[in-house]
């Protein structure tokens, strides 16, 4: 069984920056593509953004378009999500995620997610 496991999140002032990883164990996840996805109080877990297995195909949701980027590093089984220009509601707590079937197909395996806060 595959084991991906979130960093990087914490306290941040709106209009500052952080590097969320993701770290893969377990199994190989270079062939999958890999999403990061958030879930905010009170709100329903929305997608962030994905990645390809290759790299070529990214999409990012129209409220982070701009702010955030999304890559991977597949030698080392980690993705990666950088965020700059944060808002307040970015606040959220962050979920990585792989897909065998593609950016946009169901994703079969999912992080214990990593918090995120930005103050206004």
């Known amino acids: 069984q595959g084991q991906l496991v979130e960093s990087g999140g914490g306290l941040v002032q709106a209009g500052g920056s952080l590097r969320l990883s993701c770290a893969a164990s377990?199994?190989?996840?270079?062939?999958?593509?890999m999403g990061w996805f958030r879930q905010a109080p009170g709100k329903e877990r929305e997608f962030v953004a994905a990645?390809?297995?290759?790299?070529?195909?990214?999409d990012y949701a129209d409220s982070v378009k701009g702010r955030f980027t999304i890559s991977r590093d597949n030698a080392e089984n980690t993705v990666y999500l950088q965020m700059n220009s944060l808002k307040p509601e970015d606040t959220a707590v962050y979920y990585c995620?792989?897909?065998?079937?593609?950016?946009?197909?169901?994703?079969?395996?999912w992080g214990q997610g990593t918090q995120v806060t930005v103050s206004s």
């Open positions: 995620a792989a897909s065998e079937g593609g950016i946009y197909n169901k994703y079969d395996y």
């Open positions: 990645i390809s297995w290759s790299g070529n195909s990214i």
């Open positions: 377990g199994r190989t996840f270079s062939w999958y593509a």
